[in-house]
């Protein structure tokens, strides 16, 4: 449980927060299952600090920090968490269904299982994230930047990627169907065994990707660039 202490701190306000954060630098707090839902947190320093399966459900967090935290099982649907700097951070089994991550930086985090569900994260940085079996269901990635992450066993059913970067990206039995990935850079991605089907990948980049064992049925592939791609047993049913 959350200790007292760091309770009535937070009771001050942000700003009080953030100076006594600013006092104590190597602090740690330690934060675990606190209820901060339906919160005015913005720009809020929680760097480094033990959040496990805390609450933040419909707070507000923009540009919050939020970096190198232990967010184990954390709450996070429907929050504003626009700008926010969650890099490095242990989130898995995390929820942010609905939540608003619009040019967050992600970037390194471990979301291994989190659950991105209607997720706005239109423009985040999410490169070199661990999102092993995460959930990603009718999310906004457009321009977001998923390049050299491990999103093995993912589901992007019906997520707009449109424009996203996942250089080098490992989708390894990956769901992307139904997927719009018009414009998105897979350039030397891994697909391998990845379902595609319906996926819409015009003018996509796939150079150099591994597409073994795919399954591209019914996907557009109209200017899609496929060269130097390895397309060993793709099934392509119309």
Request: aromatic content about 4%.
């Given at each position: 449980m959350a200790?007292?202490?760091?309770?009535?701190?937070l009771a001050q306000g942000v700003q009080q927060w953030n100076q006594w954060r600013h006092e104590h630098e190597s602090a740690r707090p330690e934060l675990t299952r606190v209820n901060l839902r339906d919160r005015n947190l913005n720009q809020i320093d929680l760097s480094h600090a033990e959040l496990i399966e805390a609450n933040?459900?419909?707070s507000r967090l923009i540009r919050a920090k939020l970096d190198r935290c232990d967010l184990i099982r954390a709450t996070f649907a429907r929050a504003n968490l626009r700008h926010a700097c969650l890099e490095r951070a242990n989130l898995s089994r995390s929820s942010f269904v609905?939540?608003?991550?619009?040019?967050?930086n992600l970037q390194g985090a471990d979301f291994t299982r989190a659950n991105f569900e209607g997720a706005n994260l239109q423009g985040a940085d999410l490169s070199q994230a661990n999102l092993i079996g995460a959930n990603f269901r009718g999310a906004n990635l457009v321009w977001a930047?998923?390049?050299?992450?491990?999103?093995?066993?993912?589901?992007?059913?019906?997520a707009n990627l449109t424009g996203a970067n996942l250089d080098e990206a490992n989708l390894?039995?990956?769901?992307?169907?139904?997927a719009n990935l018009t414009g998105a850079n897979l350039g030397k991605a891994n697909l391998t065994k990845a379902d595609l089907t319906g996926a819409?990948?015009?003018?996509?980049?796939?150079?150099?990707a591994n597409l073994t064992g795919a399954d591209l049925s019914q996907a557009d592939l109209n200017g899609t660039n496929l060269i130097e791609a390895d397309l060993d047993?793709?099934?392509?049913?119309n």
């Amino acid at each position: 449980m959350a200790e007292p202490n760091y309770l009535t701190l937070l009771a001050q306000g942000v700003q009080q927060w953030n100076q006594w954060r600013h006092e104590h630098e190597s602090a740690r707090p330690e934060l675990t299952r606190v209820n901060l839902r339906d919160r005015n947190l913005n720009q809020i320093d929680l760097s480094h600090a033990e959040l496990i399966e805390a609450n933040f459900s419909g707070s507000r967090l923009i540009r919050a920090k939020l970096d190198r935290c232990d967010l184990i099982r954390a709450t996070f649907a429907r929050a504003n968490l626009r700008h926010a700097c969650l890099e490095r951070a242990n989130l898995s089994r995390s929820s942010f269904v609905d939540a608003d991550l619009t040019r967050a930086n992600l970037q390194g985090a471990d979301f291994t299982r989190a659950n991105f569900e209607g997720a706005n994260l239109q423009g985040a940085d999410l490169s070199q994230a661990n999102l092993i079996g995460a959930n990603f269901r009718g999310a906004n990635l457009v321009w977001a930047n998923l390049g050299e992450t491990n999103l093995t066993g993912a589901n992007l059913d019906e997520a707009n990627l449109t424009g996203a970067n996942l250089d080098e990206a490992n989708l390894t039995g990956v769901d992307l169907v139904g997927a719009n990935l018009t414009g998105a850079n897979l350039g030397k991605a891994n697909l391998t065994k990845a379902d595609l089907t319906g996926a819409n990948l015009n003018e996509a980049n796939l150079k150099g990707a591994n597409l073994t064992g795919a399954d591209l049925s019914q996907a557009d592939l109209n200017g899609t660039n496929l060269i130097e791609a390895d397309l060993d047993g793709v099934i392509l049913r119309n």
